[in-house]
Antibody
Framework: QVHLVESGGGVVQPGRSLRLSCAAS????????MHWVRQAPGKGLEWVAL????????YYADSVRGRFTISRDNSQSTLYLQMNSLGAEDTAIYYC??????????WGQGTMVTVSS | QTVVTQEPSLTVSPGGTVTLTCASS?????????PNWFQQKPGQAPRALIY???NKYSWTPARFSGSLLGGKAALTLSGVQPEDEAEYYC?????????FGGGTKLTVL
C-alpha cells in the first residue's frame, strides 16, 4: 500500500520562497509520474504540475509556470515543489498525488501554505 | 484557457439516483481525456473513485459508476447513501496539462 506524506508548508511572506516535499512509502515510486495539486481555502482543486516517473519531463499550469519547479529524487522516494515569488494567490493546501498510467489514484493528506505579511 | 464545467450543486434523496456531469470547453469529452472522478469530504483529502472513464477502484462502492453521456463525462450514484454527501471533482487530461472541474456539491436530503 502506497502512502504519500507532504511536508514543508507554513506561513511565508509575499515574494519569498518555499519548498514542499512529498515522501512516498512503498517500492514503486520511481515507476510513476507525480502531480502537485492545490486547493485554496473554500475553493476547488487546481492542477499545478506533473513530473514524469524518471524526472525527464515536467509540465506546469499557466498560473505557476516560471515560478514553481517540480522535481524528484527517486533514490529517496521523494517529490519536491520549489515555489518562488509567492503571492497571496498561492495560499492553499498542496497535495501530491500519484499518476497511474493516465489516471490519479493515490493522494497525500496535504500541507498548508499561507502567504501573508 | 481550457475550462472544465460541472454542476455547482445537486440535491438527491436517500436511496435515489443522481448523475453528475463534466464538460470540456474544447468540445465533447471522450475516453481519450481519461476522465477521473474524486470525492472530497470537508477537512479531508480527495479520494479517487473512478478512473479512465468507467473503471472503479477496489475501494469504490458499487453504487458509483462512470460513463460518457451526451458529450460529457458522467458520474452516477444509484441508491444514494447519507455518507455520499460530499464535493465531487472530475479531472480531464489534455496531454501535457490536466484540468479539474469546479466541483459539484452533492447534498443528500
Amino acid at each position: 500500500q502506497v502512502h504519500l506524506v507532504e511536508s514543508g508548508g507554513g506561513v511565508v511572506q509575499p515574494g519569498r520562497s518555499l519548498r514542499l516535499s512529498c515522501a512516498a512509502s512503498g517500492s514503486t515510486f520511481s515507476s510513476h509520474g507525480m502531480h502537485w495539486v492545490r486547493q485554496a481555502p473554500g475553493k476547488g482543486l487546481e492542477w499545478v504540475a506533473l513530473i514524469w516517473f524518471d524526472g525527464s519531463k515536467q509540465y506546469y499550469a499557466d498560473s505557476v509556470r516560471g515560478r514553481f519547479t517540480i522535481s524528484r529524487d527517486n533514490s529517496q522516494s521523494t517529490l519536491y515543489l520549489q515555489m518562488n515569488s509567492l503571492g497571496a494567490e498561492d495560499t492553499a493546501i498542496y497535495y501530491c498525488a500519484r499518476l497511474y498510467g493516465k489516471d490519479v489514484d493515490i493522494w497525500g493528506q496535504g500541507t498548508m501554505v499561507t502567504v501573508s505579511s | 484557457q481550457t475550462v472544465v464545467t460541472q454542476e455547482p450543486s445537486l440535491t438527491v434523496s436517500p436511496g435515489g439516483t443522481v448523475t453528475l456531469t463534466c464538460a470540456s470547453s474544447t468540445g465533447a469529452v471522450t475516453s481519450r481525456y481519461y476522465p477521473n472522478w474524486f470525492q472530497q469530504k470537508p477537512g479531508q483529502a480527495p479520494r479517487a473513485l473512478i478512473y479512465s472513464t468507467t473503471n472503479k477502484y477496489s475501494w469504490t462502492p458499487a453504487r458509483f459508476s462512470g460513463s460518457l453521456l451526451g458529450g460529457k463525462a458522467a458520474l452516477t450514484l444509484s441508491g444514494v447513501q447519507p455518507e455520499d454527501e460530499a464535493e465531487y471533482y472530475c479531472l480531464l487530461s489534455y496531454g501535457d496539462t490536466w484540468v479539474f472541474g469546479g466541483g459539484t456539491k452533492l447534498t443528500v436530503l
